[in-house]
């Protein structure tokens, strides 16, 4: 199996900064888009930032302006550099990825994370 590795996620109040990070469990050949979701307690999950294979970035319009998406391809990480933060980002926080190929199993398609949780205090 093939996993995707959350972390950095916690408490801060309003108008602080997080950064979290997503790591592959295995030794990975190619990751194609990888993206963060978002899901607060009663409502569905929701796109907040995508990261093509090439680089290309598109966010959610709540996020967008505040929230930045990088990937390091060596280290096959992503990340979510979190700014200016408001109570409503308060959610478990969920790094996906619809394709990766990884040594000793081949080809995965819709992988996701266990999720990290954000609380953002006012």
């Known amino acids: 199996q093939v996993q995707l590795v959350e972390s950095g996620g916690g408490l801060v109040q309003a108008g602080g900064s997080l950064r979290l990070s997503c790591a592959a469990s295995?030794?990975?050949?190619?990751?194609?888009?990888m993206d963060w979701y978002r899901q607060a307690p009663g409502n569905p999950r929701e796109l907040v930032a995508r990261?093509?294979?090439?680089?290309?970035?598109n966010y959610s319009d709540s996020v967008k302006g505040r929230f930045t998406v990088s990937r390091d391809n060596a280290n096959n990480t992503v990340y979510l550099q979190m700014n200016r933060l408001k109570p409503e980002d308060t959610a478990t926080y969920y790094c996906?990825?619809?394709?990766?190929?990884?040594?000793?199993?081949?080809?995965?398609?819709?992988?996701w994370g266990q999720g990290t949780q954000v609380t953002v205090s006012s």
């Open positions: 990261i093509t294979r090439d680089g290309s970035t």
């Open positions: 996906h990825t619809d394709r990766v190929q990884a040594r000793g199993v081949g080809v995965r398609y819709d992988v």
């Open positions: 295995r030794i990975i050949f190619s990751i194609n888009n």
